[in-house]
């Protein structure tokens, strides 16, 4: 059976580094040939190309999450203008760090200046001490899980909207224009995380579920859960979830592998998936976006 590419993204790669996974090369490449990967993943039709956030890492964090966070809206920004039909996730927006209208601002014009290509990932975050850092623990921290739910009603009803309107505990607003907003009608919503909660999340109130850090076995077990809820049984629309491998794929040398771990992510639920390619060199990297292409499962 044909592999579908579209349902298929990368994540961008060099954007942030994994110190304890991410070898030299990925170390110092130049963002030319960051752009030069989007642009074949882009003609060869996968999906989606994605780039996560963080404002800054508290030295503490350093060896466990890294140092290097490309910030998504400029990283996206040069994407689009290089691009046709990729999308552009964000892997994820920490909810807590921005107000939902800024968002929808910034976000919405992106969407704007892409045609329509911006899917919102979007996560209540972890990390205290970046919370802190921004000024914004204590009350802000603890309650930041309430505060992304009425953050997510909030967004659902400023996005694509020129006069936004929304009165919900937390956030509150009224009697104002952005222009531009975003083109599309209903920008989709992936919440991040690797909790039943962000599940829960993800069925009540977005569009998709893209955790991190699980096992294909855990994440199958939480989504099969999930679909015997009562939520579930209330969704009107199909939920995504987009799934990403617990180890980086190599198709160009182990294909069989690659694709025995491609069939197992379909099983356990997955309708996308976000691939991180074991490369060695840019070329090495293109190579891997095209083996993949080309494989059968």
């Known amino acids: 059976m044909s592999l579908e590419i579209s349902k298929f993204g990368i994540v961008a790669p060099g954007t942030s580094l994994t110190p304890s996974l991410d070898g030299e090369w990925i170390r110092n490449i130049p963002f030319n040939e960051m752009a030069q990967i989007v642009t074949v993943a882009d003609r060869l039709g996968y999906d989606h190309v994605s780039c996560a956030e963080h404002i800054g890492v508290p030295s503490g964090e350093a060896d466990r999450r890294g140092t290097r966070y490309y910030d998504p809206l400029a990283t996206f920004g040069y994407f689009a203008a290089i691009t046709t039909k990729i999308r552009f996730t964000t892997a994820v927006l920490v909810l807590g760090y921005h107000h939902p209208l800024e968002i929808a601002k910034r976000y919405g014009t992106l969407d704007a200046v892409s045609g329509g290509r911006l899917n919102l990932g979007l996560g209540v975050g972890t990390l205290k001490e970046e919370f802190d850092l921004l000024g914004l623990g204590g ?67 977005g569009d998709g579920w893209m955790p991190f ?17 009562p939520a579930w049984a209330k969704l009107t629309k199909p939920l995504d979830f987009v799934l990403p491998p ?35 060199s840019t070329g090495h990297y293109l190579e891997q976006l095209e083996g993949l292409a080309a494989l059968t499962l």
């Open 213 to 229: 850090g699980l096992s294909i076995e855990e994440m199958a077990k939480m989504i099969a859960f999930a679909r015997t809820t």
């Open 139 to 205: 009350a802000e921290f603890t309650e930041r899980g309430a505060r992304a739910d009425d953050a997510l009603c909030a967004l659902r009803a400023s996005l694509g909207q020129s006069k936004p309107e929304y009165h919900g505990p937390y956030y509150d607003f009224s009697g104002l224009t952005i222009d531009p907003c975003a083109v599309q009608h209903h920008i989709p919503l992936w919440i991040g995380g690797r909790t039943g909660r962000s599940l829960r999340r993800a069925v009540e109130l």
């Open 246 to 280: 617990p180890e980086r794929i190599d198709p160009v040398a182990r294909p069989g592998q690659a694709a025995d771990t491609i069939r197992a992510m379909f099983a356990a639920g997955a309708t996308k998936l976000t691939l991180s390619f074991s490369a060695t």
